[in-house]
């Protein structure tokens, strides 16, 4: 029986993506490595505990990245839940490589992003990878390899979807000549519209939107902005506000947050029963304007 205090992510509804469904309201599982996403992080029991806990709470899309540790991200998910849930979606990328802490690198060649795939499939122990994400697109390299490259483990099964990051419309419909894409992950929150049209283009398209870096309200949240006013109101925090402004921003947003703290996966998780009245969430629309 489920425990009627735990919180669920079930409210803030669904979304086919690629062959599976996943509730909107997701992880993102770059803050369970070490200090600027380099290395262990200093308690990793308590960080694969965090990824159990999201099954709990009915989450079943992980966000991640060969590039998170690098590996750490993966290595915890794997501990954290393998045998996996038939349900769950395990989005990772490549494309990014380090070589310290804070510090990333485009890699785009054909041959690393494969050998990339790889690896992941290796580390999270599965046979296909449920949504394979090109993490940039590198400039020195043609995008229409890269994009060629995602076509090919596409065909040979070894993904099951495709997604890419950080990028234009017009570079999602260039990738989507040569090979489909369920997804774009793009910076996105109350504090930041730089994604407005790619978000729109998502929309029209049937594309799972990702923001990263989701729960942003920066001076918002401060006494007597838009989102403190939202939070006097409800009672909720900044944070479930931003997260819940997303969900019913549209209905191809997955927003991601990620934390290594349980009670904070609880409270991003409770944002799913939010609900923002047309008032604030055009309160919240012009704020987001301006920003």
Known sequence: MTDP?????????TFQLGPKTVHRLGFGAMQITGRGIWGEPKDRANCVAVVRRTAELGINLIDTADSYGPEVSESIIK???HPYNADLVIATKAGLTRTGPGVWHPVGRPEYLRQQCELSLRRLAVEQID???LHRIDPQVPAADQFGLLRELLDEGKVASVGLSQVSV???EAARAIVP????????NL????SDDVLAHCEAAGIGFIPWF????GELAQPGGAVDAIVKDTNAT???????????????????????????LDENAAAADLHLTDAQMATLDAAHAAS
């Open 79 to 81: 501990e954290a839940l």
């Open 131 to 133: 949504l394979f994400q």
């Open 5 to 13: 205090s735990t919180p669920s992510v079930a409210a803030g509804g």
């Open 214 to 217: 989701p729960i942003a309200s």
């Open 238 to 264: 900044p944070a479930q506000v931003a997260l819940a402004w997303l969900l019913q921003k549209s209905p191809v947003m997955l927003p991601i947050p990620g934390t290594k703290s349980l009670d904070h």
């Open 191 to 194: 504090t930041n519209n730089s």
């Open 170 to 172: 017009a570079e999602i």
């Open 181 to 188: 894409i369920v997804s774009v992950q793009n910076l996105y």
